[in-house]
């Protein structure tokens, strides 16, 4: 699994258009189809080949760590319920409707096929994304 930020989800955060503990966020499951483009899609009026409904993330938590100075945004395990398709990524949103701003993005490399299935979403001990200040 490969964890990418969005460009404009840096430029959001200091904009005080995304925080990660304090908004709603959803992820949402997408298809190979959709590809995501790190400088050009900020909403999710930019996402495409979406399966099923977006899930809100729980225990969400924003960490920095002087010995190592990373920024960890981690959450809790997500389940997605009863999927049906071929999941490719996942989509990290904060906000609601086509406007939410998009903040990272999960490949998984190969497909998934799933039908009628629950899927988690297992969070790594590295959480959802971290980055390095150094």
């Known amino acids: 699994m490969i964890a990418k930020l969005y460009g404009a989800a840096i430029q959001g955060a200091f904009e005080k258009k995304i925080?990660?503990?304090?908004?709603?966020?959803?992820?949402?499951?997408?298809?190979?189809?959709?590809?995501?483009?790190?400088?050009?899609?900020?909403?999710?009026?930019?996402?495409?080949?979406?399966?099923?409904?977006?899930?809100?993330?729980?225990?969400?938590?924003l960490t920095y760590t002087a010995g190592t100075n990373t920024v960890k945004m981690d959450c809790d395990d997500i389940l997605f319920a009863a999927v049906t398709g071929a999941v490719r990524r996942a989509v990290f949103c904060a906000g609601s409707g086509t406007t939410a701003q998009l903040i990272c993005y999960w490949d998984f490399e190969a497909d998934t096929t799933l039908s009628a299935q629950d899927l988690t979403l297992v969070i790594p001990v590295t959480g959802v994304v971290t980055v390095n200040t150094a």
């Not at 190979?32 to 938590?61: E, F, W």
């Open 19 to 61: 925080d990660w503990v304090a908004d709603t966020v959803t992820v949402y499951l997408t298809t190979a189809s959709y590809v995501p483009d790190q400088d050009t899609h900020i909403t999710k009026a930019d996402i495409t080949n979406i399966i099923g409904s977006g899930v809100a993330p729980t225990g969400k938590a």
